[in-house]
């Protein structure tokens, strides 16, 4: 088989796979038992609402994709239409649940607002070597995002565990950090797959536009980002921030800066993550 169908293949299994073994969390399924809530609260309160807010938040990551890529991939279609979002909207669900019941205020998530840039660059890419482009950088971001909830909720459920809030941590967050790998990998493989393809000139304005554009997952503005500061302190990422962005950045950068060397970490993810340590440290001493 030409490289070309053989990943296209790989995916399409990939997300069957992913469609049979991973339903949505059903909120029936989570023990919401807490021993001491107002210690937990304390504690993981602002993260719980930084994760429900960013994964109720993909009700508007469709739309946004809608606009950005008016004619995906039938299995780009699929994947976050029947996989990803039905999965994601649990996740938020649940967390969401649980800070009310920690006697915390519900999640705002913004779930229906496209801002203008995109508006803009969903327009051009109804040339479709520039919806190739949009492709790329949302595989780039959906790769970034997901390695972050990865990371972050192994810290949470360690975190958790260690409060001795058993309950919660097992029928809670272990299944959904169980859901996450699944979602990089679909944008893992279809990265490598669409990079291969692309000429020189798209390979250049991904870079540029990446360079540009990048942020830490759901920080759209200051106040987001000095909220993901205080989630890195409460998971304790603020104390190794070059090891987090590394890790949140491994594919982008052996893809997009293999050609030069020496660059284990792109300068504008570490900057991203260190502005957002910063920008809460202000705000805790203001
Ligand atoms: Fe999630
Ligand atoms: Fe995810």
């Not at 049979?20 to 969390?25: A, D, K, R, T, V």
């Not at 540029?208 to 554009?213: A, D, E, G, N, T």
């Amino acid at each position: 088989m030409p490289r070309a169908s053989t990943s296209e293949a790989r995916l399409a299994d990939h997300v069957d796979r992913l469609g049979l073994e991973h339903p949505p969390i059903d909120l029936d399924s989570v023990d919401f038992t807490v021993r001491r809530p107002r210690e937990l609260a304390a504690r993981f309160g602002h993260v719980l609402d930084y994760m429900a807010r960013v994964e109720l938040e993909v009700d508007r990551n469709v739309l946004e994709l809608t606009t950005l890529l008016p004619d995906p991939p039938e299995i780009d279609r699929r994947f976050y239409a029947e996989v990803w979002q039905p999965q994601e909207i649990q996740h938020g669900l649940i967390l969401d649940r649980l800070q009310v019941e920690l006697g915390r205020a519900p999640a705002q998530p913004d779930r229906t607002s496209v801002g203008v840039k995109l508006r803009v660059l969903g327009a051009l890419a109804h040339l479709d070597a520039f919806q190739d482009v949009c492709r790329m950088l949302y595989y780039l971001t959906g790769m970034a995002t997901e390695r972050s909830a990865v990371l972050a909720y192994n810290l949470l459920h360690a975190g958790v565990r260690e409060l001795g809030e058993h309950a919660v941590a097992d029928t809670l967050i272990a299944p959904i950090r169980r859901q996450e790998p699944g979602h990089f990998a679909f944008y893992q493989l279809s990265a490598r797959a669409l990079w291969a393809e692309l000429a020189a000139w798209q390979r250049w304005l991904v870079r540029r536009m990446r360079r540009l554009s990048f942020a830490p997952v759901g920080a759209n503005d200051a106040a987001q980002s000095a909220d993901f500061g205080d989630v890195m302190r409460a998971l304790g990422i603020d104390r190794d921030v070059d090891d987090f962005a590394a890790q949140v950045s491994r594919v982008e950068s052996e893809l997009l800066w293999a050609h030069r060397r020496g660059l284990a970490v792109p300068p504008y993810v570490v900057r991203a993550f260190r502005e957002a340590a910063e920008l809460a440290a202000v705000r805790r001493a203001a």
